[in-house]
């Protein structure tokens, strides 16, 4: 039990982490979000 409770707060850290590295990076460099973004908004109002 100790060793599977171990692993779920391994596994929940890890994506913790990820999400947060992935933030910083979108943050970084918001080309990928904001250009997608704009986009989707031209091709629904032309």
Request: proline residues 4%; neutral net charge.
């Amino acid at each position: 039990a100790v060793a599977a409770g171990a692993a779920l707060l391994t596994g929940s850290a890890g994506l913790r982490f990820g999400v947060f590295h992935a933030g910083v990076a979108s943050a970084e460099d918001p080309k990928y979000t904001v250009v997608p973004q704009r986009e989707r908004l031209q091709a629904g109002t032309d």
